[in-house]
């Protein structure tokens, strides 16, 4: 005769017996109802990476006068203003979207841990 406390609750039993491509059927059924808030992490990847690039380009083009993008020439008086702001916006708006792509990364690899059984 097994006691109570031997005896595991009948839902984490089946949650445990449950075939993984039923886990993540169900995971993904739970994700559709929630909705997505968000972009997904790779596009803020993404959107970090040419952000950073067009900010460090305009550093250069600063430091070596050239025209912007081949268009305002650097005797225009918006041309220092307009390199300047791109740059000093770009860096940390590059930043806010890499970390916030790293973190929309690690939230997903977890998700997926849970769903394998991995974590708890």
Partial sequence: PKTATE??????MAEEDMPIWVRREKEKELQEKEGSKDL????????SVL????????IFEF??????FGLIQ???PLWAPILITLAVTGLPSSGYMFIKG?????ED????????GYID
């Fill in 109 to 116: 690899a977890e998700r997926q841990d849970r769903i394998d």
């Fill in 51 to 58: 952000i950073a690039i067009a900010a460090v380009g305009c």
């Fill in 102 to 106: 790293v973190n929309g990364f690690n």
């Fill in 7 to 12: 005896t595991p609750k009948t839902s984490e």
């Fill in 74 to 76: 650097p005797d225009n």
């Fill in 40 to 47: 997904p992490w790779g596009l803020y990847l993404l959107a």
């Fill in 63 to 68: 430091v070596d006068g050239n025209a912007f």
